[in-house]
């Protein structure tokens, strides 16, 4: 156990540091490195719980999709970083006093008076074969069948809402159709070499000094 | 886990929605451009069965199916009808819009029925995640309509504020609902209900998860205050796009209010009660006097929204029978009076111009005096002169309010909506007694017609014999 | 339970080794003479025009987050795949409604042409 404890405290306090960097970075792009770290720590303490499934997709889908995307999105804007913080300097006060309150409001619910070991005993541990993505299917396409076709219509909804605002196309944009390429056939559409006779070279009627040396070479 | 496929009986109208949606959107893609029209008929004629169909499966005891994530009940029908009546309306409303400036694209009948299918399963919902999943279906459907004219950089900011407050509204519903589920151990409301009747208000995690609860709906109704998108987002968005957003989603957070505060909190009547008294007095205030320097007939229809807010609220917090039944015939008749007020500042607009100043109704007598009777109609019901459905709304709101003894709420409720009644009636002084800066008649499309005849038939008879739909509202909770 | 992760760690650690050690490598064996016009910023012989940071074009977006919700549906994959023989039929309907809805979305983003670069 005290191992476990030992890690649980490095990652949280990991997991603090780098949501406090996202926060004061200056640089957007640093400020999503560090929610790279604070979800991969996020991430390690779902681990701890033995939560091993959703960890892996919280790496998967936040890590892997969401802050590439968060990434596009910040080089897309092309953010003033001086305009940035003198708004993050101005509103500096009024965010302290919102997070002071949430804090203490987190304090205040969740702790070991509310939510305790004595209200929430440790879970028997499960054998070594115990496979949490089993039983976290099981119940998902069984009990929540229903939310979870409710998903599919919101991922829907993404993919039509995505495409309206976004898909613009170009018609004046110049480029090569690679299915359209390859049906090129000999004969009409390829380029031809054709053979034209020489012409006899004409003799300017009245060549100039310089042209007639050229000419002559 | 053996499962019953008769199950699935209650839920038809919501498949129904969603094969709808996904055959327009497949149709359109092979659509030409001049034939865009089907994509109408085939959203309009298809609503009028998912209608039919909700009636059909409607009706009897409440049903609890989906291991405990569904619920049917008689409100739910009552509710779903009057969603899919008032979303059909805007349809047909926008018709001529939509076709005059390119915006006649499957993508509008598919985010909107979206929409619409977000509504059916908040107003269904039995468990915390079928609600908030319900819920987002909606916002995000609504968030995308918002921005709809791409090229338009006031919808663009539009849809941005509504985006951020809106996702910051969710984010504190969920933070609530996150400790509820703590709290009581449970995702369905039943259950819930059971833990919070069982723990009282001595836990401190029930209390704190309330509050952002009602945050949340706050946010969701656009109540004061938590009111700041409401109007920008109806000043930058299209017009069929307002009337939407304006109309439908309002008997939505009615249901998602209820549900969470009624069956899943119903025991902790007492605290939240105090929370609504304070949200419904300011939203009264805020709403109906900031109306009245509104320039633009949008923002001013966007803060009369705030005020009606404030009387659903009213209803809601009597916590009796009555006043639920109050709340709901005043959700459903409000959305009827919003779906008729924006439906005809739709009509109005024409190609390169979108009608949203107050003097662009100036003289709406003599250019079409059957839109400018409409107009005076909805202005009046709003304003709850009798013998509109407005009044009728208003007076059962206040009736439920003293019956439990809060008479100086409804003294307050009566002093605001007199104050409102000046901006109301001074549309209508400018329809009928100002001079009109342009003399050209109005072209109306006859199903446009045919809706505006309809709604404003209805606020009329309705106000005259509000039994028809008042039955069917008490009998929801009796 | 952390047993079960030993592998993993040995794992990770050689990764670390090797990734870190041929950078380390480099590091101590390369031979480094810096001088200011090998540090300046090249580009073609000119002094550098503006900064390296351009806007992006908004298709990228498109891709990515088309990209995002077809990787978020694969991994709702994961556990139905894991758990499909103790879902019967009710279960293996369910993914494949799930997979219909996003069909849909599939052959309208392929025949509006959001999949085609331009």
Known sequence: MGFEKFLFYVLAATLIAAAGM????????????????????????????????????????????????????????DVDIATLKAQFIRHLPLALVV???????????????????????????????????????????????????????????????????????????KYLDPSKQVYVRKGPDRVQLIRVPPEPRRVPPTATPTSGVEDEA | MTFDYAHLLPIVPEIAVLVLASILLLVDLWLKDEDKGTNHLIAVFGLLVVIGLT?????????????????????????????????????????????????WVGEFYVLTLCAVLGMMVMISANSFLTLYLGLELLALSLYALVAFER?????????????????????????????????????????????????????????????FVVIGIGFKFGAVPFHMWVPDTYQGAPNPVVLFLGSAPKIAAFALAFRLLVDGLGQLHADWQGM??????????????????????????????????GFIFLGLLAGTTEGFAAAMFYAIVYALMAAGGFGLLVMMSRQGHEVERLEDLKGLNERDSWQAAMMALVMFSMAGVPPTVGFMAKLLVLDAVISIGLWWLALIAVFFSVIGAFYYLRVVKIIYFDKPEVIEPLVVGSGARVALSVTGLAILLLGLFPAALLTYCQAAFA | MLDNYLPILIFMIIGLLVGGGAMVAGFVLGERRPDHQKNSPYECGFEAFETARLKFDVRYYLVAILFIIF???????????????????????AMVIFLAILVVGFVYEWKKGALEWE
Do not use: C
């Open chain 1, 22 to 77: 996202v926060v004061t970075r200056r640089n957007p792009v640093h400020a999503v490195l560090f929610l790279v770290v604070a979800f991969f720590s996020s991430a390690m303490l779902w681990m701890l719980l033995e939560a091993e499934f959703l960890a892996i997709s919280l790496v998967l889908v936040y890590v892997g999709a969401v802050l590439v995307l968060f990434l596009f999105v910040i080089m897309m804007l």
């Open chain 1, 99 to 173: 997070g002071v309150i949430m804090l203490v409001e987190i304090f205040l619910v969740v702790g070991p008076g509310n939510f305790g070991g004595e209200s929430f005993p440790n879970p028997a541990p499960q054998g070594p074969d115990y496979n949490n993505t089993r039983e976290l299917g099981l119940l998902l396409y069984s009990s929540y069948l229903y939310p979870f076709e409710i998903a599919a219509v919101i991922l829907l909804v993404a993919i039509v809402a995505a495409i309206r605002l976004t898909l613009r196309h170009r018609p004046d944009t």
């Open chain 2, 55 to 103: 009636g059909v499966v409607g009706g009897g005891e409440r049903e609890i199916v989906l291991s405990g994530s569904y619920i049917r009940d008689p409100m739910s029908d009552v509710l779903k009808i009057a969603v899919l009546v008032v979303s059909l309306l805007s349809f047909v409303y926008s018709r001529d819009y939509l076709r005059d400036r390119g915006l």
């Open chain 2, 151 to 211: 090229d338009n950089p006031s919808g663009a900011e539009a849809a941005m504020k509504y985006f951020v407050l809106g996702a910051l509204g969710s984010g504190l519903l969920l933070y609530g609902l996150s400790m509820l589920y703590g709290a009581s151990g449970s995702l369905e409301l039943g259950a819930v209900a059971r833990a919070v009747a069982w723990q009282g208000a001595d836990n401190q995690v029930l209390v704190f998860g309330l509050v």
């Open chain 2, 276 to 309: 609504l008294v304070i949200l419904s007095v300011i939203s009264l205030a805020v709403g109906n006097i900031v109306a009245i320097a509104q320039t633009n007939i949008k923002r001013m229809l966007a803060y009369s929204t705030i005020s009606h807010v």
């Open chain 3, 71 to 93: 990787d978020l549906e694969i991994a709702f994959l994961f556990p139905w795949a894991v758990a499909l023989d103790g879902l019967g039929m009710v279960g293996f309907l």
